[in-house]
């Protein structure tokens, strides 16, 4: 204690534990949670014992530095070989959230699917943002598809450019957003100003004001939504972690007005009705891994790999996709495939409620193209254009599992869009606008898959209709070598569409003929006949 030395560097080391503290508190976020102080703490402390090497001549000094030894070998199992050992806790915990189902999901109404891509919605709002006064200040946040007063639109939040613009701005002036479901909409800027955003620094940085009042919880990667009225809002998932820091178990949310920091907390079970996403999309694919990849332990995922289906991976794009189910609720979805390298075809998907964090996993998608094979057929179809697939999603359309596909330039502007047939490559349509687009796929539908065992549409869509011909137009298509035939039935206003590959007597249909025919009805005044019946002839 005489030696001022030693009263030195004891001063030095209490700074530098002060700094650390500081460090990881203010700038890290950690919580304040006994796991925390393991995870973090075991590092710190054992080197800081470690350092107690310099008093070598010391008596009993050798028990410090083994006891920081101890630490340090502690951090490296906790970070390095426990994540191992808890790799079938990891599947048991997703599994727990898990139905496996053996049907389709629910057909889709065609006007609420988004055949947008993020990457164009970028691209337009790219425009719209250099249209801005001191468009230097800033720059386009994440974008993410969102419902609001039950449409589709792409938001995406402006953020600070950098530090000093931040000094020299410290408001946002709103967020841009873009119709999801019109291919022709553009990019509008919503002007709400907004203080307490993730890229402001010090006390408004969004995280960092929702840690000043809630030192304990996780936080994870916050979401931007706008209410029903367009007033926005930025969501923050919080949780616990199970197994050491291994397993994020999410129990709520806080909502925090970026204009005026206001911070509410919400349980997963009472959250606000305009919420989409309460699972961030990072903790949903950490969830779908595991269900799918740690189904029989650690060895088993290595060697055997017995039952193990891996989640499609892209390159740019985060592993799920958020997907609008019939009831326009969000799910993240992800498609599954066989380990093998190279592999196809699907062997299920998952769909995750981003509101309750249940995953719904259907397994009756053996043989079905994955989303990889879906961009592949897509680009070979224009591979003269050069065309980029966007990231597809799965939709079930007039009763059939199809990728929507779309295709774009080298500069992110769309061109065509697809609908694939899950099943039967060959079944598809490409068109500039949604209308034909998803015309023509009804038609490819009933019209080439007529020998597929499968029916095409669920019994919510297919339909019957006799009568009398009132109304008879024919024509040849060049491309398939067919007569197509479109008549209309009395006592209906449909104008119905058969081909002389379905029904060879259809040639020979006119007016006064009584016919029957199964169609599909998508409330649309051109409908696609399944089977068509001549009185007389069959």
């Known amino acids: 204690m005489r030696s001022k030395l030693f009263l030195a560097i004891q001063a030095a080391r209490v700074i530098a534990g002060l700094i650390i503290l500081f460090i990881l508190s203010y700038f890290g976020l950690v919580d304040h949670t006994w796991q925390a102080f393991l995870s973090y703490g075991s590092l710190f402390w054992g080197l800081f014992l470690v350092f107690d090497l310099v008093y070598s001549k010391e008596h009993l000094i050798s028990i410090n530095v083994c006891a920081g030894i101890l630490m340090l070998l502690f951090f490296c199992f906790l970070q390095f070989i426990y994540p191992f050992a808890v790799t079938k806790a990891k599947y048991d915990f997703a599994a727990a959230k898990t139905t496996v189902v053996d049907r389709t999901a629910q057909a889709m109404n065609e006007q609420h699917i988004p055949v947008v891509p ?197 390159s740019h794009s985060d592993e799920v996709n958020g997907v609008f189910d019939h009831a326009l609720r969000l799910n993240w979805f992800t498609d599954f495939t066989r380990p093998k390298s190279g592999s196809g075809a699907m062997v299920g998907y998952s769909m995750l409620n981003t509101r309750t964090g249940k995953i719904t996993y259907y397994s009756n998608a053996n043989g079905l193209l994955n989303g990889k094979s879906a961009m592949n057929v897509a680009e070979k179809t224009f591979k003269q254009n050069k065309y980029e697939a966007g990231i597809p999603n799965l939709y079930t359309i007039y009763g059939q599992e199809t990728w929507v596909v779309p295709l774009m330039d080298s500069n992110n502007v769309l061109r065509e869009m697809m609908l694939i047939h899950a099943k039967n490559e060959n079944v598809y349509s490409a068109e500039t606008d949604k209308r034909s687009l998803f015309d023509n796929y009804k038609y490819a539908v009933a019209t080439k898959l007529g020998g597929d065992s499968a029916s095409p549409t669920n019994k919510a869509l297919l339909k019957k209709q006799s009568g009398d011909v009132t109304q008879v137009y024919k024509y040849q298509d060049n491309d398939s070598r067919q007569t197509v035939v479109q008549f209309m039935v009395d006592g209906s206003d449909k104008i119905f569409t058969v081909t002389s590959a379905q029904n060879p007597y259809s040639v020979f249909l006119k007016t006064g003929d009584k016919v029957a025919v199964d169609y599909i009805d998508t409330d649309e005044i051109v409908s696609a006949v399944k089977t068509f019946t001549l009185q007389g002839k069959k």
């Not at 553009?186 to 408004?204: D, H, Q, R």
């Not at 050491?244 to 920091?261: A, E, N, S």
């Open 118 to 314: 993020e990457r164009y919605a970028r691209y337009k709002s790219e425009k719209v943002l250099g249209e801005l006064a001191h468009v230097s200040y800033y720059e386009l946040g994440h974008t993410s598809l969102q419902k609001i007063d039950g449409h589709l639109y792409w938001v995406t939040p402006i953020e600070y450019s950098g530090f000093f613009k931040w000094m020299k701005s410290h408001r946002v002036p709103g967020y841009i957003r873009m119709s999801a479901e019109d291919e022709n909409a553009n990019a509008s800027l919503i002007k709400k100003e907004m203080k307490y955003v993730p890229s402001a620094y010090f006390s408004e940085n969004l995280k960092r004001l929702v840690r000043s009042k809630h030192a304990k919880p996780i936080l994870f990667r916050p979401s931007f939504e706008p209410d029903e009225t367009g007033n926005p809002y930025y969501v923050v998932a919080y949780g616990y972690y199970q197994k050491l820091r291994q397993i994020p178990d999410i129990k709520g949310v806080f909502v925090v007005d970026p204009k005026t920091g206001n911070v509410r907390q919400y349980t997963m079970d009472k959250l606000p009705a305009f919420i989409d996403q309460a699972i961030p999309s990072n903790v949903a694919e950490q969830w779908n891994d595991w269900y799918g990849e740690n189904v029989h332990g650690f060895w088993n995922k290595l060697f055997a790999q017995e039952d193990v289906k891996r989640p499609t991976e892209w």
